[in-house]
Structures are given as structure tokens and as C-alpha cells.
């Protein structure tokens, strides 16, 4: 008899025993969703709410070769703008994006990682040290 | 007697169908009342150049019904919203030459012609029925503000720098301001789209 309940409570603790999320996933995650509420307010107006724009105007965030390219240059793009052409996936965008610097690093950060994460882009979390570093260097 | 409540069943039938839907659209703007005749505001006249750098104003826009609104075309907040929605009605009434979509540029000083030019050529717009219009920066201020009685003021401190109202204002075919709806909200663009559909029909 005690060896049966010892071997259920053995059975027990083994199955109750849950991977754990990796604190890291569970910061991502967080982030992920915060930028989620700012691409809304600030980016799906013009970049569509999928990533695709609706106007061939402006640019596709979605599998797009110019963000995967230039993760380092996007918190200025964000915090100044963009003026002057681009080509992204073999079409040229010339229409001029006006920053946004009211936005913070941390917000810029979260924006980054929604975007490199979303409808199928791959492009990795980015952090808000990474970020801080990034703003101070842009060329205005 | 069965050939009797056919006819009538018919005929009501008839003028049931008939019947078409009433709007109350009225007059906006500051009324004036001359000897109890109440006289409906009349939008001040106004002449621009538009996309193609021909000149476009009050003067093309006479004896037709137009909706207005004033944006720019590097506004990164409420102006691609609002296109966007303008262009269900864009799509609806494009072909009659009795309305006109009219979007005017607050930043006359980076929107020159071309570029108002590509902005509706990226948006897919037949400018024929919707001019982007510009003047200079008083003009434009002035007229939005005082003419159609909306808002604006230039502010730093905000993404794109000018901040705007963002309503649509329908000017009927005597120039008089009717109502003004909010671009950003689809549910008031389709009552204007039903309030055009009326005024048209």
C-alpha cells in the first residue's frame, strides 16, 4: 500500500512538473503586445493592418527585405523619419515619413519588436539598451 | 372580390416600393435671419491649383455638391486614415459629375503639385472626381478656419506638426455649407455617402 502511494506521488510530481516559460519569452511577449497597441495607433494608418499598405504609397512592413536589412537603422526611422528613396522588395518608395519623436526608446522597442514579429517576419527582439544606443547615434 | 384585393394588394405593393427614404440634411454655419427669411451660410469663394497645377476653386466646383476636408500628405496620424475612408465614397461616386471629393494641403510648402499628383496616383484615385488642391499657407489657413469653421494650428510637439480637425464638410450646389461628418469615423462617412445619394438623386 505504501509503496503504491509513494509510486502515485512520485507519478504525480513528475507529471505536475510544467516546462517553465523562459523569463525571456515572457518579456517578448510583453512587449510584443504593447507594441501591438502602438503599431495600431501609430503605423496601420499608413502600413496596413497586416503589415501590407493599402496605398501603393507606402511601404510593406510585412516580409519586408528593407527591415530585415536595416534592423539597425529603424528606431531613427521611427524617431526622425525617412526622406528620400527606398527600394524594398525590388519597388521604389519615395514618399517622405514623417518621424515620430514624441515616441521613447522603450515604446520604439516594443513598436520593433511587434513588427519583426509579425505576419510571418522572423527578424528577432530587439532590446531597449540596444535601442537607447541606436537613437543616440542618428543622423538628423 | 379576389380580383379586387389582388389590385389593391398591388397597388400597395406599388407604393410601398415607391417610397423613398426622407433625409433632414439642413444648413451648417453661422445663420443669418433677414426679415424672418432665414439665409443659409455661403462658403467664401476660393481658388487653387491643383494636382496638375491647373487652376481649381469655387468657380470649377459651381453648381455642383462637394465634400471637403484639409489635410497634408506626409500627416501620419488621422490624413491616411481619412483617405482611406474617403475612398468607399470615391469609389461610390466617381463617374457623376455632379459631386466632387476636395482635399486641400495644410503643408503647401512640401506638397507642391507633384507630389499631390503621386499621392493620389499611390491611393489609386481618378482625380477627375477627387482634386487635391493647393494654395499658400494663408490661404489655406484662412479658409479652413474661417470659411468652413474647422480647426488648425501648427504644433511642433506633434508627429507631422500641424494639428487639424478631421471632418469632411459638404458643400451643397449653390456653395452652401450643409453638414460636416468625421473623416476618421466610418459610421458618419456612410451617413454622408446616404446624404449625398439623397441630394443627388
Same mark, same amino acid.
Given at each position: 500500500?505504501?509503496?503504491?502511494?509513494?509510486?502515485?506521488?512520485?507519478?504525480?510530481?513528475?507529471?505536475?512538473?510544467?516546462?517553465?516559460?523562459?523569463?525571456?519569452?515572457?518579456?517578448?511577449?510583453?512587449?510584443?503586445?504593447?507594441?501591438?497597441?502602438?503599431?495600431?495607433?501609430?503605423?496601420?494608418?499608413?502600413?496596413?493592418?497586416?503589415?501590407?499598405?493599402?496605398?501603393?504609397?507606402?511601404?510593406?512592413?510585412?516580409?519586408?527585405?528593407?527591415?530585415?536589412?536595416?534592423?539597425?537603422?529603424?528606431?531613427?526611422?521611427?524617431?526622425?523619419?525617412?526622406?528620400?528613396?527606398?527600394?524594398?522588395?525590388?519597388?521604389?518608395?519615395?514618399?517622405?515619413?514623417?518621424?515620430?519623436?514624441?515616441?521613447?526608446?522603450?515604446?520604439?522597442?516594443?513598436?520593433?519588436?511587434?513588427?519583426?514579429?509579425?505576419?510571418?517576419?522572423?527578424?528577432?527582439?530587439?532590446?531597449?539598451?540596444?535601442?537607447?544606443?541606436?537613437?543616440?547615434?542618428?543622423?538628423? | 372580390?379576389?380580383?379586387?384585393?389582388?389590385?389593391?394588394?398591388?397597388?400597395?405593393?406599388?407604393?410601398?416600393?415607391?417610397?423613398?427614404?426622407?433625409?433632414?440634411?439642413?444648413?451648417?454655419?453661422?445663420?443669418?435671419?433677414?426679415?424672418?427669411?432665414?439665409?443659409?451660410?455661403?462658403?467664401?469663394?476660393?481658388?487653387?491649383?491643383?494636382?496638375?497645377?491647373?487652376?481649381?476653386?469655387?468657380?470649377?466646383?459651381?453648381? /455642383?455638391? @462637394? !465634400?471637403?476636408?484639409?489635410?497634408?500628405? #506626409?500627416?501620419?496620424?488621422?490624413?491616411?486614415?481619412? +483617405?482611406?475612408?474617403? $475612398?468607399?465614397?470615391?469609389?461610390?461616386?466617381?463617374?457623376?459629375?455632379?459631386?466632387?471629393?476636395?482635399?486641400?494641403?495644410?503643408?503647401?510648402?512640401?506638397?507642391?503639385?507633384?507630389?499631390? /499628383?503621386? @499621392? !493620389?496616383?499611390?491611393?489609386?484615385?481618378? #482625380?477627375?472626381?477627387?482634386?487635391?488642391?493647393?494654395? +499658400?499657407?494663408?490661404? $489655406?489657413?484662412?479658409?479652413?478656419?474661417?470659411?468652413?469653421?474647422?480647426?488648425?494650428?501648427?504644433?511642433?510637439?506633434?508627429?507631422?506638426?500641424?494639428?487639424?480637425?478631421?471632418?469632411?464638410?459638404?458643400?451643397?450646389?449653390?456653395?452652401?455649407?450643409?453638414?460636416?461628418?468625421?473623416?476618421?469615423?466610418?459610421?458618419?462617412?456612410?451617413?454622408?455617402?446616404?446624404?449625398?445619394?439623397?441630394?443627388?438623386?
Amino acid at each position: 500500500m505504501i509503496k503504491i502511494c509513494l509510486s502515485l506521488f512520485v507519478l504525480i510530481s513528475v507529471l505536475s512538473c510544467q516546462p517553465t516559460e523562459a523569463a525571456s519569452d515572457l518579456k517578448n511577449k510583453a512587449t510584443y503586445s504593447l507594441g501591438l497597441k502602438l503599431y495600431q495607433a501609430r503605423c496601420a494608418a499608413c502600413h496596413g493592418d497586416q503589415g501590407e499598405p493599402r496605398a501603393k504609397l507606402y511601404p510593406p512592413l510585412k516580409n519586408s527585405d528593407y527591415l530585415k536589412n536595416n534592423q539597425s537603422s529603424i528606431p531613427c526611422i521611427i524617431k526622425h523619419g525617412l526622406e528620400g528613396e527606398i527600394i524594398v522588395n525590388g519597388q521604389s518608395y519615395n514618399a517622405k515619413m514623417v518621424g515620430h519623436s514624441d515616441l521613447s526608446a522603450l515604446e520604439i522597442s516594443q513598436l520593433i519588436n511587434y513588427i519583426n514579429n509579425s505576419w510571418g517576419n522572423d527578424y528577432g527582439f530587439t532590446s531597449l539598451e540596444k535601442v537607447k544606443t541606436q537613437l543616440e547615434n542618428c543622423q538628423k | 372580390m379576389l380580383r379586387i384585393s389582388f389590385v389593391l394588394i398591388s397597388s400597395l405593393i406599388l407604393l410601398a416600393s415607391c417610397h423613398q427614404e426622407q433625409r433632414e440634411i439642413g444648413f451648417n454655419g453661422p445663420i443669418e435671419v433677414v426679415n424672418q427669411d432665414t439665409i443659409p451660410y455661403v462658403v467664401p469663394e476660393f481658388s487653387f491649383h491643383n494636382q496638375d497645377s491647373v487652376i481649381f476653386g469655387s468657380k470649377e466646383l459651381a453648381g /455642383k455638391f @462637394y !465634400a471637403i476636408n484639409f489635410f497634408f500628405a #506626409t500627416c501620419p496620424l488621422q490624413c491616411p486614415m481619412i +483617405t482611406n475612408n474617403l $475612398t468607399a465614397i470615391h469609389e461610390e461616386f466617381k463617374g457623376n459629375d455632379q459631386f466632387q471629393l476636395v482635399s486641400v494641403t495644410l503643408d503647401p510648402d512640401y506638397d507642391n503639385c507633384k507630389r499631390l /499628383k503621386e @499621392y !493620389a496616383e499611390g491611393y489609386g484615385i481618378e #482625380t477627375a472626381y477627387w482634386s487635391f488642391l493647393k494654395g +499658400t499657407e494663408k490661404q $489655406t489657413f484662412d479658409l479652413m478656419q474661417k470659411g468652413f469653421y474647422q480647426a488648425v494650428v501648427k504644433d511642433e510637439n506633434i508627429p507631422g506638426g500641424i494639428d487639424h480637425s478631421a471632418r469632411v464638410i459638404l458643400v451643397d450646389q449653390k456653395g452652401r455649407l450643409r453638414k460636416w461628418y468625421n473623416g476618421l469615423k466610418p459610421k458618419e462617412l456612410e451617413e454622408m455617402r446616404k446624404d449625398v445619394k439623397y441630394l443627388l438623386r
